[in-house]
C-alpha cells in the first residue's frame, strides 16, 4: 500500500505543476498580445523616422560631393574598442530564450578579441548578468527591471552614455544583440550594428516632403535625427525582446503542461497495475487462508 501512496502523491504534485503551468502559459499569451499592439505602434514611428533620415541623406547626396560627414558616420576597418550592448529576461522559465542571445554574445567577443579588439560589455536582463558575472567576464554597465518592462526614457538615459563615449573616442562600434519576436511560434536573434550608422542603408528616395535643405544644414538636421533614431532602436530592442520572451515562455510553458498530462496518465497507469496487484495478493492471502482452515 506505500507504493500506491507514493504514487497517489506523485500524481498529485504533477497535477499541480499542471495547472501553475497551464496558468503561466495564459499569461504569457495574454502579455504577449499587448507587447504586440505595442511593437505595431512603434513600427509606425519608425517608418516615419528612416523615411524622414532616408529623404534627409538623399538631398544631401543630391547636392554633396565625397559623402556625408561627422563621427556618427565613421567607419573603422579594424574597430579598437567594440561596445556590445545585450538583452536577457529578467526572469527563467522560458527555454532557450536567454541561452541563445548569451551564445551569441559569447561568439561576437571570441570573434572581435581574435581580430584585436577591446570588447566592453553593456547588459540589460538579469539572466545575461547573472551568467556573465559568474563567467568571470566585467560588465561596463548593468541594468535589471528594463527588459522586463521598457521603458523609452530609460532606455533613452542607458543607451546615451554609450553614445557619448563613441563621440568622444572611448569606443569605435557599438552593437545591439538580442533574441527577438517573428510570430507566436518563432524567435530569431537580432545584431544590430548601431554606432557609426551605415548611411548607405537610407536609400535614396523621392523627397516627398516639404523639406528644402543645403548639405550643410541637412547634415545638422540629421545628426540631430540621429540621437532620436539610436534611442528608438534602443527601446523598440527592448520591446521586441520582450515579445520574444512571451513567446518563448509560452512554447515552453505549453510543453511542460503537455510533458505533466503525460506523466499523469503513466501514472495513473502504474496506479491502476499497482492497485490490481494489492487486491490479486490480498485476494490470494484470504484463499490461502481459507484453504489453510479447511
Given at each position: 500500500m506505500a507504493n500506491l501512496k507514493e504514487i497517489k502523491r506523485k500524481i498529485g504534485s504533477v497535477k499541480n505543476t499542471q495547472k501553475t503551468t497551464r496558468a503561466m502559459k495564459l499569461v504569457s499569451t495574454a502579455k504577449l498580445r499587448r507587447t504586440e499592439e505595442l511593437a505595431k505602434r512603434s513600427r509606425s514611428y519608425e517608418e516615419a523616422i528612416n523615411q524622414t533620415m532616408s529623404e534627409i541623406?538623399?538631398?544631401?547626396r543630391k547636392y554633396k560631393v565625397g559623402g556625408i560627414q561627422g563621427r556618427y558616420f565613421e567607419e573603422s576597418e579594424l574597430p579598437a574598442v567594440v561596445d556590445i550592448i545585450f538583452i536577457t529576461a529578467d526572469k527563467g522559465l522560458c527555454g532557450g530564450f536567454n541561452f541563445q542571445t548569451i551564445k551569441t554574445v559569447r561568439n561576437l567577443i571570441a570573434d572581435y578579441e581574435k581580430r584585436g579588439s577591446k570588447v566592453r560589455l553593456k547588459a540589460i536582463g538579469k539572466k545575461g548578468i547573472e551568467f556573465f558575472r559568474f563567467q568571470g567576464y566585467p560588465l561596463e554597465s548593468a541594468v535589471v527591471g528594463?527588459?522586463?518592462?521598457p521603458d523609452y526614457k530609460r532606455a533613452a538615459q542607458f543607451i546615451e552614455t554609450t553614445?557619448?563615449?563613441?563621440?568622444e573616442g572611448e569606443s569605435d562600434k557599438v552593437v545591439l544583440v538580442h533574441?527577438?519576436?517573428?510570430?507566436?511560434?518563432?524567435q530569431e536573434m537580432k545584431?544590430?550594428?548601431?554606432l557609426p550608422i551605415d548611411i548607405t542603408a537610407f536609400k535614396d528616395v523621392e523627397v516627398t516632403s516639404m523639406m528644402e535643405l543645403e548639405p550643410d544644414e541637412g547634415e545638422?538636421?540629421?545628426?540631430?535625427?540621429?540621437?532620436?533614431?539610436?534611442?528608438?532602436?534602443?527601446?523598440y530592442a527592448l520591446i521586441d525582446s520582450l515579445a520574444a520572451e512571451h513567446s518563448a515562455r509560452m512554447q515552453a510553458m505549453d510543453a511542460a503542461t503537455k510533458n505533466a498530462k503525460e506523466m499523469v496518465e503513466k501514472l495513473t497507469i502504474s496506479y491502476n497495475k499497482a492497485r490490481q496487484e494489492s487486491i490479486t495478493t490480498e485476494l490470494i492471502e484470504i484463499i490461502s487462508g481459507m484453504e489453510a482452515m479447511k
Amino acid at each position: 500500500m506505500a507504493n500506491l501512496k507514493e504514487i497517489k502523491r506523485k500524481i498529485g504534485s504533477v497535477k499541480n505543476t499542471q495547472k501553475t503551468t497551464r496558468a503561466m502559459k495564459l499569461v504569457s499569451t495574454a502579455k504577449l498580445r499587448r507587447t504586440e499592439e505595442l511593437a505595431k505602434r512603434s513600427r509606425s514611428y519608425e517608418e516615419a523616422i528612416n523615411q524622414t533620415m532616408s529623404e534627409i541623406a538623399s538631398s544631401i547626396r543630391k547636392y554633396k560631393v565625397g559623402g556625408i560627414q561627422g563621427r556618427y558616420f565613421e567607419e573603422s576597418e579594424l574597430p579598437a574598442v567594440v561596445d556590445i550592448i545585450f538583452i536577457t529576461a529578467d526572469k527563467g522559465l522560458c527555454g532557450g530564450f536567454n541561452f541563445q542571445t548569451i551564445k551569441t554574445v559569447r561568439n561576437l567577443i571570441a570573434d572581435y578579441e581574435k581580430r584585436g579588439s577591446k570588447v566592453r560589455l553593456k547588459a540589460i536582463g538579469k539572466k545575461g548578468i547573472e551568467f556573465f558575472r559568474f563567467q568571470g567576464y566585467p560588465l561596463e554597465s548593468a541594468v535589471v527591471g528594463l527588459s522586463s518592462s521598457p521603458d523609452y526614457k530609460r532606455a533613452a538615459q542607458f543607451i546615451e552614455t554609450t553614445v557619448q563615449e563613441f563621440l568622444e573616442g572611448e569606443s569605435d562600434k557599438v552593437v545591439l544583440v538580442h533574441n527577438g519576436y517573428k510570430n507566436m511560434i518563432t524567435q530569431e536573434m537580432k545584431q544590430i550594428d548601431l554606432l557609426p550608422i551605415d548611411i548607405t542603408a537610407f536609400k535614396d528616395v523621392e523627397v516627398t516632403s516639404m523639406m528644402e535643405l543645403e548639405p550643410d544644414e541637412g547634415e545638422k538636421v540629421l545628426e540631430s535625427l540621429i540621437n532620436k533614431y539610436i534611442e528608438f532602436n534602443m527601446y523598440y530592442a527592448l520591446i521586441d525582446s520582450l515579445a520574444a520572451e512571451h513567446s518563448a515562455r509560452m512554447q515552453a510553458m505549453d510543453a511542460a503542461t503537455k510533458n505533466a498530462k503525460e506523466m499523469v496518465e503513466k501514472l495513473t497507469i502504474s496506479y491502476n497495475k499497482a492497485r490490481q496487484e494489492s487486491i490479486t495478493t490480498e485476494l490470494i492471502e484470504i484463499i490461502s487462508g481459507m484453504e489453510a482452515m479447511k
